[in-house]
């Protein structure tokens, strides 16, 4: 049996490139992610808090099925179920073809819709924290309602949900760890293979759960970086 | 890799893969990576293993080049389904209840299931009494799993991702006893993880309808012309001695059985 | 100023009709969109209801429902009786005590509840002669109690936090008038300061026991046969997706239940407050 040392080693005898490898998948698949849940988590907490009540509801539904769903089922569900429908779909309009969803965008849209959920409620407390005089003070001089929200009310409103925010990002990073479920190569997959050849699950389920570790401690200096950066503008108060 | 494409995009490139689904420069082969010595995977992310010389032989009769896709087993025929590849080569083995959802090609092996279990096991023989109130570790979506759910109804049967992981539990000591391919305990058996547990026995009779008729080829519902090259290249292989040469790479026995 | 001597009737303004401004079309469009994917949901199931598939199924989903139910419950319990000392160690002025529960609640909330599974149920179990020389292997053996030791271990750290956020969210005033009471440190815990803090407490309370049964679902890869692994046994016999579909509604009804059962505690225990 290969020492310690060895399995953890790079190149073809050691496991660390192929857990590497891993390591960038998750974060690839975070930051891809990102972008995705903060825009719709955005235009969902918008919905929520207009005075239209179509667009209210529309926007609650949204919500409770996708905080409700367990993501392990929801990845499922984008997964097997988007795929099915769309090769239905193509199937109808030119029969012998296939389109395929890879696991990587199902893996980020599974992840982006659960994030933009939540985002969505962090979105709506702090659109709540920003006082109507805001808005006021945007038509008095004359801006437009697009105008507003975006010189006025998002550099605010960003203020105030980067730390809802920020706890979001964090457990993105973690719920990443369910795509192993589909076959894609994130850290988990990569330690789980590992400690299946090599017999050594302690080791490499340890390994797994520091570089998570390594990957929140990074995230919340950054984090930090970007709150102080932030709110360097704000007045004293 | 494949990028996937958003419906827009892909109806242009419809036009382009419309009637390709068979005749390609490459096949796409799907398998687990997680059943040695069928397939397995190694240090350095390669597959290795029975499936996978079998594959290459068969890719270099028919010409074409072969790629290989890993794929966990539980969604092994729907990624099929789904496109993400066309064959699977993964000792699976032949059922009706597979043949609704996919086609097969003919058996390109067949060995009998067996059970194991620890040195010590005072386990006398492999009957439904025998293991009556023991813990049995089977991988879900296998023959296996169907057989022991089926017959050892007195037994706690316990469904794992992989073989590889109920192998682990009963090195560990978790379970009494796990069914599974006997070439597959064989191969576990000589490692030293193997070295606590030894082959209890063979169930009998091991019904067809169960088991199948040994592991085929599995592509998707009506490629008959896929399945009709995969066919003669296997016979071309057992013609021409490459099968056999596989064969004694990984094994005492001739594992393709009985002429079907 | 003249007295009004008479008036005279003048009706209401009639209301204004409800303009289609554009936040209302794209308001009823999603709703649109919305009342199509359920119609095509409620189709699908019943176009694709296969008697003999919920004859053998049914059984099984319940089973797998009373476990999760059931892991649910036990770790959530465990892991408050557990947390109780982790709070306290995080609040105390203790280094050591104080950076131990750091320490703990750091790994448990920094990393996956997968991984921490894993750990345990593979990681540990590779340690049978270990365990068995201290009497654990009976222990850890078993699936089960290894995912109950995860996930209580994993809440008691997320608990750990939402008490330790209650307590120190009731302003010092109510410390300092205790204690000019004369009342022992843990009497005003118990008397004053918990019953605000657990107001507080609520909804984090409520979140987490959701969090837990749809964290539940991975129990499934550790053999643990709860209402995912049904699922997923269910779809891997029978190929047919509609196995999702009711598993996902389950989840929904509970997730929802849950919800609306701790607003309305909420609402009952706030009944005195001005908010």
Redesign the interface.
Known sequence: MSSYWTLISWGPEGWLDDIFHGVFITVALAAATLPVGLAIGFFVALAKQSREPTLRLAGNIYTTIFRGLPELLTLFLVYYGVQIGIQELVRFLQPGASVEVNSFVSGMVALGVVFSSYASEVFLSAFKAIPRGQYEGGYSIGLTGGQTMRLVILPQLVRIALPGLANLWLILLKDTAIVSAIGLSDILRQTGIAARVTREPFLFFGLAALLYLVLAIISSIGINQVERAVSQSEAKR | ?????L?LA??AA??F???V?SAQETLKIGTE??YPPFN??????KLEGFDIDIANALCDEMKVKCEFV???W??I???L????FDAIIASMSITD?RKE?VDFTGKYYNTPSAIAGPKDSDLKGVTKADLAGKTIGVA??TTHF?YATQTFTDSEI?????S??FL??L????LDAVEDDISVLEEWLKT??GACCKLIGQPEPQPVEIFGEGAGIAVRKGETDLVNKLNDAIKAIRANGKYKEINDKYFTFDVYGAES | MTAVTHTVDVDDIPPRAREWTRERIVGTSLLGLWLIVFIALVVYLITAWNPELFQRWAPAYWNGLVTTLQLVFVSIILGAILSIPVAYGRMSKNRVASALAYAYVYFFRGTPLLAQTFLIYYGLGSFRLQLETVGLWVFFREAWYCAILAFTLNTAAYQAEILRGAIQSVPKGQWEGGAALGLHNLQILRKVILPQALIVALRPYGNEIILMIKGSAIVALITVPDLMGQTRLAYSRSFDFQTYLWAALIYLAIVEALRHGIEWIERSLTRHLVR
């Open positions: 890799m494949t990028i996937s494409k419906l892909a109806t419809i036009a893969s419309a009637g689904a990576g997680a397995n995977l190694t240090a350095d992310g890993t794929q966990d539980d969604g025929i729907p990624a389904q789904a496109g993400k209840e959802k879900t979506s169907n316990k469904g794992y991702p992989t590889q992981e682990l539990d090195a560990n000591g978790r030293p993880d």
